[in-house]
């Protein structure tokens, strides 16, 4: 009987129990964690080890049954209950297993959830699944009291609301912190916008600021957080989230909940409401979430509307609008501007020989090699097909030459599809040296530059109509490509 392949592979049997591992460890340790943050009892102001269920059984699936299993034992075994109560604790377990796998699984089918997405959307539909589980996962606890517990059936509705709010706010602070751990880790696959502002020292400021509103509450009211000033503690969310976006709201939301329900839990104060407790550290955890993810939605929308979506580089319009921009800063000022424009040679052959997909890729690497030369406030656009434009602030002709030649160099190190063949490109250079041009004007010289660059032999570098004198390499590399 031969044995699947995927069981004989060792790399990844390690993988699989790396994984089995993370969720006992995550699972078991965040189960007491929220054992510590209790605002009540058997209510936990929020109870993140619901989402670390809901996380792997949606991109596992039955796959990490064993490990959700082995985690719940550990958890049960380090109770000491009566019989009764150890009956009712196993049903919760077997509850949490059912609600939140199931549905985790059901998510994942109908693809309800993308935690790798950072949208609008995205988060609406990741805030009404933690509400809609939580609910249910709720709704199924009161059962289990009801039958097991009736001592408690006087307080069942309280239970109820902690049950419900705990859980909602868990699935958030969890599946929030893993839906930032993904974005991070994939930043390299989405937009500039998206992972650009998240540095240490905003990171740093945003934990100084959860934690000091959280002290001036504290002070304010005395003992805890009384319901008059508790809702401060979104002062913090919500500049996190504005100025950074979903991750830093997310970051920013965590913080707080921490700050303030351990304030609460270590001065015992009975000014507010354990519920209230837990409806706080939820709204906060929405707010952070929603508004940041509209801020991400919202730059995401400038960022294409400027930007070319195959190169990232600023588009025509874009181009545009930011050149006149600079270029009236040139004239107020009286500073030099270059303009310099590239055109591929025989770009033509690339899409007619290794079909459309390596022009895209050879279009992407030009463009790389173009925002490699510059500098804050220089501007990177493609015009048009292989047709890119550099606008350099305060730089002089010499400087703008060696910047165009040092683009030139870079283009030619790249390949033409599968081939050896070097790519080249011709480039004209435009200067505004203390006259008023206007950025057509510019723009012409540079074209008409160009073609000179393309009449006398092709990649080369023009400036004044005088093309640079070609090195040994530039010849060689111009008898290619003919």
Known sequence: MKMPAELLDPRANM??????????ALYFSLWHFASIMNVATDASAFYPACGVLMFFFYHRGWRCLPAAVLAMVLVDISQYHSLIRQTSNDLHLLRQLLVYGGLAMLAQRRNWLNLSAHSLPAAIRLVFLSLGASLLSAMLAIGIFWFFLPELRGVLRSIFFGFWIGDFTGLLMFLGAAKVILIWRNQRQVSQVQSSGYTIAGLIGLCAMAIGVVVLVVILTANGLMQTYSYLVLLPVIIG???YGLGFGVISSILTNLSAVGTYVML????????????LCAVVMT??????AAVDDR????????HDPLTGVLNRRAFFEQGQTLLARANRHGFNIALIMLDLDHF??????YGHDAGDRLLRSVAQCCTAVTRRGDLCARLGGEEFVLLLEDTDPADATGVAERVRQMISTLKRGESEDAVTASFGVSMLV???????ELLHDADRLLYVAKNTGRNRVVMNDLPSPPSAAQTSAAAVVG
Do not use: C, H, Y
């Open 299 to 306: 730059r995401l929308a400038q960022f294409e509307a400027w």
């Open 287 to 292: 707010v952070g979430m929603m508004l940041g």
């Open 434 to 440: 203390g006259a008023i041009k206007t950025l057509d």
């Open 348 to 353: 033509k052959l690339v899409n007619d020989r």
């Open 268 to 279: 015992g104060s009975q000014q507010m409401d354990p519920v209230q407790v837990q409806t």
């Open 15 to 24: 993988r699989d129990l790396r994984r089995s591992l993370t969720i006992v």
């Open 241 to 243: 989230a504005t100025a």
